[in-house]
């Protein structure tokens, strides 16, 4: 009988094991989804134009609307949906892992995702939205709102890795 009950344990253990090991496939086959929608010129303009309207909200780790604020990638997310019909990957590194085009920092244009490495990390885990001049909008950290800051500062020029075009 003991023997019986052991065979039992093995095989739901088993059965437990491959469910849990499918199902953390299921997030990185997310993550490395196509964006199949491009963004024309006038809807960049829209995305860049609503982006403005958001300086000032403040930074929510999760957060993805205008009432209780937004992280880096939420605000993207929320922008390229509401003023492009866009979707795109919910976090940084899904971004990142998408089928998008990569960019070189010579040819950005706005409307590109840029990417930074921040607080010390040795991946990109910051993203924000290229406006031109050099420049683009982001949603920085906890205690900070959405603003604009210069890709030359010295901390986003030596942090910057890549960037990537919806």
């Given at each position: 009988m003991s023997k019986f009950i052991s065979l039992v344990l093995l095989f739901t253990l088993a059965g437990s094991s491959i469910a849990c090991a499918a199902d953390l496939r299921k997030p990185y086959a997310w993550a490395i989804q196509t964006v199949k929608q491009d963004a024309s010129p006038v809807h960049v303009k829209k995305v860049i134009k609503r982006a403005h309207s958001l300086l000032g909200i403040p930074y929510l780790w999760g957060g993805m609307s205008l009432d209780k604020g937004f992280d880096c990638s939420?605000?993207?997310?929320?922008?390229?949906?509401?003023?492009?019909?866009?979707?795109?990957?919910?976090?940084?590194?899904?971004?990142?892992?998408?089928?998008?085009?990569?960019?070189?920092?010579?040819?950005?244009?706005?409307?590109?995702?840029?990417?930074?490495?921040?607080?010390?990390?040795?991946?990109?885990?910051?993203?924000?939205?290229?406006?031109?001049?050099?420049?683009?909008?982001?949603?920085?950290?906890?205690?900070?709102?959405?603003?604009?800051?210069?890709?030359?500062?010295?901390?986003?020029?030596?942090?910057?890795?890549?960037?990537?075009?919806?």
């Open positions: 939420g605000m993207l997310v929320y922008l390229f949906k509401n003023e492009a019909n866009i979707h795109i990957p919910r976090t940084t590194s899904a971004m990142l892992n998408a089928d998008l085009p990569i960019v070189a920092r010579h040819k950005l244009k706005p409307g590109d995702a840029v990417f930074f490495r921040t607080q010390g990390s040795t991946r990109s885990n910051h993203v924000g939205l290229y406006i031109g001049d050099n420049r683009f909008i982001h949603a920085p950290r906890k205690g900070k709102t959405i603003r604009i800051d210069s890709m030359d500062n010295s901390y986003w020029k030596k942090n910057y890795t890549t960037a990537r075009r919806f």
